[in-house]
């Protein structure tokens, strides 16, 4: 079913034939891993991966240090994906087709061979990888100060998981066995959580957005689909995310003298509907866009009524409308990513996963050896359209089969009542949340009378895996 959803979003799941014999190629004909005047021997330090219990396509590594000054240096090593593909290869022409991994929470379809993506070109522990490395200083407010791109030789330590270090930091868990083994990577981390910290506060000061944006994945027994969970952020996803978001404004202002790619935001066209939602709340908005008052919105309705929060991030996020990748060439005027409360914002730091990231790495690359970009402006304007198109077709699929794994679970729980909020009353019906599990359903019937945001107990009783429909009736 999900193969037949790729296909049908506009994907190419199989991989070519030509493809397989650049493997062997590679296979036989690994990049040299060796230091040099360009290539920095950092295997030495002491870095470490955080990220999903069963993640195998490991694109970043993280270290920390403490500087005289009481600031700390941050360096994010990047795995070098473009040492083992070359521009224009089969393997590179099918990534730039397919733009992205695609995760439908059965199967991963990878945009690279799981050759590369989850062995040779991913930061697996304990085996030396070339890397381009990000560095950056961050003061005791969160600010940047100087900061620094360059290629490297790095060997991850420890990998790490986003539930156990998330638990741990957060004080609900005991420290991960490779971390209470380890005083130094205990230190570590704690480093790399403070600076973290900070480069957070300072972002939400600035109007970065407070969304709830939990990922609903399947619970597998015995690859039968017999629930689902809801995945949350924690204080170990904040911290890479804050890295991440550092790291992609770092390049980006590297690439400023360069065309190069952007991932934006828009402004909101929409903006005057984010005024009606607050409105409704019985809080008020400016008459023109400002990301501060409207994260301070939305943390005051997160604080007083955490319930209805998810269905108040997902309305935000539709207002304000979806990310895209552009082309912005040298003195072109900056159009920031409104989400994030940043100007200059790109992809840089998952090339295993996204096509966008293997052309900044290139881009990257030719900056640092003084070489000409690998790509025209027409090439770079295409590619762009392309990952966007791609990205969309990606969270359509991911999506659609979200509904049917749910419609899957569910179906063992015919008969059974629960709690739900209203979502939706549109002429197709009325549309409730149970709260948990957490899934979305049509109220076949009871729904007269109901509006957007009331409680409600609701029986299920009817499933449809084929198309994801989960039918309830008002109790």
């Known amino acids: 079913m999900a193969r037949q959803v790729m296909l049908a979003r506009g994907f190419e799941p199989n991989f070519p034939p030509a493809t397989q014999q650049q493997l062997a190629v590679i296979k036989a004909h690994p990049p040299m891993l060796m230091p040099s005047e360009k290539v920095r021997d950092l295997r030495g330090l002491l870095w470490s991966s955080i990220d999903n219990d069963t993640s195998k396509d490991l694109d970043q590594i993280e270290v920390a240090e403490r500087l005289p000054d009481g600031g700390i240096k941050v360096m ?32 991963i379809f990878p945009m690279l061979p799981a050759e590369l993506s989850t062995g040779a070109s991913s930061l697996l522990p304990d085996v030396d990888r070339p890397a381009v490395v990000t560095e950056f200083v961050v003061d005791g407010k969160g600010a940047l100060g100087s900061s620094n791109v360059y290629r490297a030789l790095v060997r991850n330590k420890a990998q790490l998981t986003y ?66 969970a809801t995945v949350e952020k924690n204080r170990a996803t904040e911290l890479i995310e804050d890295f991440m978001i550092a790291a992609n404004g770092v390049v980006a202002r590297l690439l400023e003298k360069v065309s190069s790619l952007r991932r934006i935001v828009r402004t909101p066209e929409h903006w005057d509907g984010l005024v009606r939602v607050a409105a409704a709340q019985g809080e008020k908005l400016p008459a023109q866009p400002d990301s501060k008052a409207l994260n301070d ?66 881009l990257i690359k030719s900056l640092l050896d003084g070489k000409p970009g690998p790509y025209t402006d027409n090439d770079l304007a295409a590619i762009a359209a392309n990952c966007t198109q791609k990205g969309d077709a990606a969270r359509k699929v991911e999506r659609d089969m979200s509904k049917r794994l749910a419609a899957m679970a569910m179906s063992h729980r015919l008969g059974e009542m629960f709690d739900a909020i209203v979502t939706g009353v549109t002429p197709k019906g009325t549309f409730v949340r149970v709260l948990q599990p957490h899934m979305e359903g049509l109220l076949a019937q009871g729904g007269q009378g109901l509006h957007v945001g009331d409680k409600v107990r609701a029986k299920l009783t009817r499933t449809d895996v084929q198309h994801g429909f989960i039918d309830f009736v008002r109790a």
């Open 297 to 362: 919105f939305l943390l005051k309705r997160k604080a007083a009524d955490p319930d209805h929060f998810a269905d108040l991030s997902l309305a935000t996020i539709k207002l304000i409308g979806p990310g895209e990748y552009v082309l912005e060439r040298p003195g072109d005027p900056t159009q920031g990513h409104f989400g994030l409360a940043v100007q200059d914002y790109t992809h840089s730091t998952a090339p295993n996963r996204r096509f966008a990231d293997i052309v900044t790495q290139r």
């Open 163 to 228: 539930n156990a270090v998330g638990a741990w930091l957060e004080g609900t868990g005991a420290a991960p066995p490779k971390v209470a083994a380890s005083a130094e990577l205990l230190a570590q981390l704690k480093l790399q959580d403070e600076a973290a910290q900070a480069l957070r506060k300072l972002r939400y000061e600035n109007g970065a957005l407070n969304l709830d944006t939990a990922e609903v994945v399947p619970l597998l027994i015995d690859q039968e689909v017999t629930g689902v």
């Open 76 to 107: 994010i090593g990047i795995a070098d994906v473009d040492a083992f593909v070359a521009k224009d290869s089969p393997i590179d022409q099918h990534a730039e087709k397919e733009a992205t991994t695609v995760y439908t929470g059965v199967s």
